[in-house]
């Protein structure tokens, strides 16, 4: 039994150290796939150019330099985050609810930021002071009033909080605030435009302005997560086990909540409403690398965020010049994936 999970260990770091080069590597493959085609040496020339100061490659064109830096690198990277943050919130959820079937976009997280950003698209709010990080706030936000508002709702119905309770709450908050959104859409129809296009999920335009206000989101909601991951793998035996040997249950719930929040929040502000992720990688890598979630959470940030990079070439590829949305992308992907899960948990 020890050799058998000493060797599972092994296998487990091993995998999580190819998984930087391979990475990069799809990095690499995002920044060079596009309209105008540039050679993957030639991004990573650019990118060591412009991070390390190692000299430029001399065939190089001033003008795809520009395209990498400018355009792609940024457009990448904000993807490997978004799909990091929907990934990682979506193993917690799954977590601490203990289904497979749950996320926050099932669960109604994702809906309350759309609710937020919405309005703030209608009204044209901006926050003083704060400039681009006006809408991730609003979004996180928006996101933990609806967790408050879930478990609020769940802890009036049922006092224990069961999970199956909090999942009923959070679908029926979810289909309420779409509702409010598509009111507002259908009221404000100069505005639908944009709240169409950004509900439908979508990189395109976001440069570096967009990545730094998002990532400090990331980093405290994945920090925040990563503290609870011994907790994570406690609430996997059932609460009564994990209340058993001393472990707040209610306490930690919402705090991961909270955690869920910030990463779900702030990713639907930077990136519109995408689906599906937060349902596929965390499921993918509970089946290579198994339960434990100092394992699930990393690997679920890696997986999601090269899952989201390669959807969103995908989108902006196959029908050049035109741009598919990502969460079109994502949702032709993800709607078998679900219902796969479904068919496969009633058997």
């Avoid at 681009?132 to 009033?145: A, Y």
């Avoid at 707040?248 to 909270?258: A, E, I, N, W």
């Avoid at 997986?303 to 070439?313: E, K, V, Y």
């Amino acid at each position: 039994m020890f050799i058998q999970k000493y060797m599972e260990t092994n296998k487990n770091k091993r995998l999580m150290i190819l998984s930087i080069p391979l990475v990069f590597l799809i990095i690499c493959i995002g920044t060079s796939s596009g309209s105008s085609d540039i050679s993957i040496l030639d991004s990573i020339s650019v990118i060591g150019h412009k991070i390390l100061g190692i000299t430029l490659r001399s065939e190089i064109d001033s003008k795809d330099v520009a395209i990498i830096w400018n355009l792609r690198l940024p457009r990448v990277l904000l993807a490997f985050i978004v799909g990091g943050a929907l990934s990682a919130s979506g193993a917690v959820v799954q977590s601490v609810l203990k289904n497979p079937l749950a996320s926050p976009y099932t669960l109604g997280i994702s809906s309350g930021a759309s609710l937020g950003v919405g309005i703030v698209i209608v009204t044209g709010v901006s926050i003083p002071l704060i400039g681009n990080l006006t809408l991730p706030l609003i979004g996180f936000i928006c996101s933990l009033l609806t967790v408050i508002l879930i478990l609020k709702f769940a802890s009036k119905v049922d006092k224990s909080l069961s999970n199956n309770t909090i999942i009923l709450a959070g679908l029926v908050f979810s289909l309420f605030f779409n509702a409010i959104l598509t009111t507002i859409t259908a009221l404000f129809t100069d505005k639908i435009e944009s709240i169409t296009m950004w509900q439908m999920g979508s990189f395109s335009m976001r440069g570096w302005s967009y990545l730094k206000a998002g990532l400090p989101f990331f980093i405290v909601g994945v920090v925040g997560v990563m503290i609870y991951s011994k907790e994570m793998d406690v609430l996997t035996f059932g609460e009564e086990a994990a209340k058993s040997i001393g472990v707040d249950t209610k306490k930690v719930k919402k705090r991961l909540f909270l955690f869920t929040a910030i990463l779900t929040g702030s990713a639907v502000a930077i990136s519109g409403t995408i689906g599906f992720i937060d349902l596929i990688a965390p499921h993918m890598v509970r089946k290579i690398f198994g339960s434990k979630h100092s394992y699930v959470v990393p690997m679920s940030i890696v997986l999601g965020g090269s899952l989201m990079i390669i959807t969103d070439l995908v989108a902006r590829t196959i029908i050049i010049p035109s741009e598919l949305p990502v969460g079109a992308v994502t949702a032709l992907i993800g709607a078998p994936f679900f219902a796969y899960l479904y068919f496969k948990k009633s058997k």
